[in-house]
């Protein structure tokens, strides 16, 4: 018996990182999986994006999870694609139940060095893209009376982040959506939360110009990000945190063990956001 046994899971993003482990955690709990992503790069995204081969091995991992699998590449940037592919699920699977709207891209910039086509990408995939996926999946909701929605927000959807406030205006966004959005759907028996990841292990984080950010130093090496990740936390041994940490709180969201949570912005973060405050390099008044 798992806790989504029965179930049918929709998510964006599917084709690595916490898409991937999203799909995979709600197979090994029992339910079939819609599994979307979108299979071309995107400008100005300086980190591995996944390719159509990459949705394919998710959807041979849900399989041998237990799962039954739909694949489909799907833009988030793309109304026509996400009707299509929600149209789909529910002709392949006869419903959907849960829809985790994990998909997003990370660039960083100063805020007024960005140029505009910077700023667009990310709050149309990272904001609006999940707006257009609550679209195409909330009619359906709405007719079976039920459902939960998971959206995926991030530590900077409570906190700043100097270099990517593009990145982090798109998460508040996501937070706001996801409490109205719960007002609006309350009523009607489905309920929306949100899962807010703090460094998590995924393509989106392992790249060279991160881990030397993150060390402090050029050159750094996987090693140096793992020393440096420790302090991204506050729990012992706990740096960038495995995909599965963030799919076990959405599984949970997803299942009728949370049936009275709603409109809540859960952080997984190893302890980030209570870190004390600390400036490492203060500047005195002249
Ligand atoms: P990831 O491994 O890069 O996965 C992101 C997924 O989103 C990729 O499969 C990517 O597909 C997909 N995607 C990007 N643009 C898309 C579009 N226009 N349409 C459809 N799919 C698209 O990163 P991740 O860490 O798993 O990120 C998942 C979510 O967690 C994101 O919302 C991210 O902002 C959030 N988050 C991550 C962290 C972290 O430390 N990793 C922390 C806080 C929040 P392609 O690769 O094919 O583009």
């Known amino acids: 018996m798992g806790i989504l046994d029965g179930k049918v899971v929709f998510i964006t993003g599917a084709g690595h990182g916490q898409g991937r482990a999203h799909a995979v955690t709600a197979a090994r709990e029992g339910a079939d999986v819609i599994a979307t992503d979108l299979d071309r790069p995107i400008d ?73 086509q910077t700023w667009d990408d990310v709050l149309d995939v990272n904001l609006k893209g999940v707006w257009r996926t609550m679209k195409a999946v909330t009619p359906h909701l709405i007719d079976r009376k039920t459902g939960s929605i998971i959206l995926t927000t991030s530590v900077n959807s409570v906190m700043g982040n100097p270099s990517a406030a593009h990145y982090t205006a798109a998460k508040h966004g996501v937070l706001g959506l996801m409490r109205s959005a719960a007002q609006t759907l309350g009523p009607l028996g489905i309920r929306v939360n949100s899962v807010a990841p703090g460094l998590i292990d995924t393509p989106m984080t392992n790249f060279q110009e991160l881990y030397d950010q993150m060390a402090g130093h050029p050159g750094a090496d996987r090693s140096d990000y793992d020393k440096a990740a420790l302090h991204y936390g506050i729990l012992a041994g706990q740096g960038a945190l495995p995909p599965e940490t963030i799919a076990n709180a959405a599984a949970w969201l997803a299942s009728d063990g949370s049936y009275a949570v709603t409109g809540q912005n859960i952080v997984i973060d190893a302890g980030h956001t209570i870190l004390p405050g600390f400036n490492p390099a203060p500047v005195a008044l002249h």
Do not use: C, H
Request: proline share 1%; net charge negative.
């Open 44 to 116: 100005g995204v300086r980190y591995r994006l996944a390719t159509a081969d990459d949705l394919a091995e998710t959807g041979r991992l849900v399989e041998q999870a237990g799962g039954r699998v739909l694949t489909r590449i799907a833009d988030v940037r793309s109304s026509e694609d996400l009707d299509a592919a929600v149209a789909e699920g529910i002709e392949t699977f006869g419903k959907i139940d849960v829809l985790i709207a994990n998909a997003g891209i990370f660039t960083q910039a100063p805020f007024w060095k960005m140029d505009e």
